[in-house]
């Protein structure tokens, strides 16, 4: 009997006795084996274990409250349904996604291939480097693993046990809290507010009826539209980046929701890495993240319209004004939750680096309160974003509205 039939959350000694039982096939060197904890994120427990041959497993542990706050208790099975999104991802989108080597239910935990030679895309993007390809290949991923889990190219029974088999009520609530509630009324007071912003906030955001309304239908989309399997949480926190290859992870928010979410998340971040750039003069740097805002809308459009018009098996959906109205609500989608993110990072509770770590007070407000603005836009405007130039001219806007 081992100790690892019982549930318990894993120290780093654990971790080495745990690879060696489940990854037998790295035929580690027991003597040199090490390992480090190596989680950022808010919600789990990552570990690295390694030996002096060279092999290597990441080990990830999904703990029974969030790392964030002890307030959060949470389902461990998000292990295993990030384990085989991971997998199903990888089918459908090869070279996008670490292999995942096992998933373990009893001790929540799987063990997936090793990412050194990649870094964390918002470690890489708060030191400004540029990556020429992650427009192409982040928007042949969306494209590939969104289009083809929706019910306009699968069998419709198919599905619907994707969708039942996927259902995510624990993360979706907080999503649903994190994302559509709370940055609008901090009903719970624990939104994270810079304090040079607060008036401005009060008024754009806790005080506006109408887009309180429209969040509110972008809310009720969210809960209720099982459009496609999204990863859910697409941020560049979620995504391993080199110069040659993006691999996406962290999908533990999976669920079947509306496509727009994960472009939208994409787009946002890309948004914070341009507000940090901004600040500190990288020029350069600057123009390449506008590219990809504009390219990311794009490509993905361009390559989803590719992937309907050749993988389409709904007799109805062939209609091609029903594909125009389809890509339409998409971009809408993009647009909404672009809004989205950018108001719950910037006000909510879990904010991000590219904004927290800016020390000049002014620029750091300035920087937020053009997020704030181009995500009003964003939301109450989203019908209009028709293409990728339409989200940059979004930014532009809000740089010289708050400029003025």
């Known amino acids: 009997m081992s100790k690892f039939d019982t549930y318990f959350l894993m120290t780093t000694e654990d971790a080495i006795e745990y690879a060696k039982l489940k990854v037998p096939q790295m035929e580690w060197d027991a003597e040199s084996m090490e390992c480090k904890e190596i989680g950022d994120g808010n919600l789990n427990y990552v570990f690295k274990v390694t030996d002096g041959r060279g092999h290597s497993v990441i080990i990830k542990q999904a703990g029974g409250v969030a790392r964030i706050s002890e307030d959060m208790k949470l389902d461990t099975d998000r292990n295993r349904i990030e384990s085989e999104i991971l997998v199903l991802q990888g089918k459908l989108a090869p070279g996008y996604v670490p292999e995942i080597y096992f998933y373990d239910t009893v001790m929540s935990a799987c063990g997936m291939q090793d990412l050194s030679d990649h870094e964390i895309m918002r470690t890489a993007m708060l030191e400004h480097k540029i990556f020429p390809k992650f427009a192409d290949q982040i928007s042949t991923f969306m494209a590939q693993v969104l289009m083809g889990t929706t019910d306009v190219v699968m069998d419709h029974q198919e599905k619907k046990d994707l969708q039942r088999k996927f259902i995510n009520p624990e993360l979706c609530?907080?999503?649903?809290?994190?994302?559509?509630?709370?940055?609008?009324?901090?009903?719970?007071?624990?939104?994270?507010?810079?304090?040079?912003?607060?008036?401005?906030?009060?008024?754009?955001?806790?005080?506006?009826?109408e887009l309180h309304c429209e969040v509110a239908k972008l809310k009720m989309d969210f809960m209720t539209r099982a459009q496609s399997l999204i990863h859910g949480d697409l941020h560049t926190g979620s995504i391993f980046i080199n110069e040659d290859s993006t691999m996406v992870f962290d999908p533990e928010f999976?669920?079947?929701?509306?496509?727009?979410?994960?472009?939208?998340?994409?787009?946002?971040?890309?948004?914070?890495?341009?507000?940090?750039g901004d600040v500190y003069g990288k020029t350069e740097f600057c123009t390449w993240v506008e590219e990809v805002i504009t390219d990311v809308v794009n490509l993905t459009m361009e390559k989803m319209r590719a992937y309907y018009e050749e993988h389409v098996t709904d007799t109805m959906c062939k209609n091609e004004a029903y594909k125009n109205y389809y890509m339409d609500t998409i971009l809408s989608?993009?647009?909404?939750?672009t809004g989205l993110e950018l108001i719950r990072r910037i006000v909510g509770m879990a904010n991000v680096k590219d904004i927290t770590s800016i020390e000049d007070k002014e620029k750091r407000a300035r920087a937020e309160k053009i997020c704030i603005t181009a995500a009003i836009d964003f939301i109450k405007n989203r019908d209009t974003k028709k293409c990728g130039r339409c989200f940059l001219n979004t930014l532009k806007d809000a740089i010289a509205a708050i400029d003025a």
């Open 173 to 209: 609530d907080i999503s649903e809290a994190l994302v559509y509630t709370e940055p609008y009324n901090d009903e719970m007071h624990r939104n994270n507010v810079f304090a040079p912003i607060a008036d401005f906030v009060k008024e754009k955001l806790y005080n506006d009826e």
């Open 333 to 337: 989608d993009t647009s909404a939750v």
């Open 254 to 276: 999976c669920f079947y929701g509306p496509m727009g979410y994960d472009i939208g998340n994409v787009i946002a971040n890309m948004i914070f890495a341009w507000a940090n």
